[in-house]
């Protein structure tokens, strides 16, 4: 019987492989992002592939949680900014727990004990809990950069069309209004 680390650092590949399938899954054109390996042309999919392959070497060699910031950072930044839930956001976390008990279940040989197993799930639910502190942080930020634009007035430089059409729509306003 060999150890839940062992097991874990054998099927290294095809753990990292199914969970970054997963978590790219998620996305609405997953297609392309599990198929384009180019960084630049595809910076989501190479940056969570990049993210949690660090995120679970990290998780093998237990890293302190200060270590493993950056790596979630690139996953969980990502997800911050673009219309997912918070659950949503942080399950790629929670969802390596099921990967490996998939991989587990393949291989009949491998019988990990039941306190390793306890002490994976202890380590992924506070990885998870770090994740939602991210995203919570993220989230926050964008909003306060979003109040500023407004408070500004940048956004109307960001969310309208063409500041040329801004100003034609002013002046067809003043036109109506001294028309009326």
């Known amino acids: 019987m060999s150890s839940l680390k062992e097991t874990l650092l054998a099927q290294k590949d095809e753990i990292i492989s199914l969970w970054v399938d997963r978590t790219l899954d998620s996305y609405i054109s997953s297609g392309f992002f599990k198929s384009s390996a180019d960084r630049f042309a595809n910076p989501v999919g190479a940056n969570i592939r990049e ?6 070497e990290m998780l093998l060699t ?23 839930s918070p659950s949503q956001a942080v399950a790629p976390i929670l969802e390596l727990k099921w990967v490996v008990r998939q991989i587990l279940k393949s291989g009949k040989k491998v019988r990990p004990d039941a306190a390793e197993l306890d002490e994976f799930d202890c380590d992924m639910d506070r990885l998870a809990l770090l994740a939602f502190d991210m995203y919570t942080e993220c989230r926050e930020s964008l909003y306060k950069n979003r ?7 940048r ?16 002046r067809s306003n003043c036109v109506e209004a001294v028309v009326d």
Do not use: N
């Not at 109040?147 to 007035?153: A, P, V």
């Open 51 to 56: 993210g949690l392959t660090d995120l679970y």
């Open 62 to 84: 237990k890293a302190a949680p200060k270590e493993m910031i950056a790596p979630l950072d690139q996953v969980i930044r990502i997800r911050a900014v673009q219309e997912f």
């Open 155 to 170: 956004f109307i430089l960001t969310d309208s069309a063409c500041s040329s059409a801004l100003v034609g729509a002013s």
């Open 147 to 153: 109040i500023h634009e407004i408070k500004s007035g």
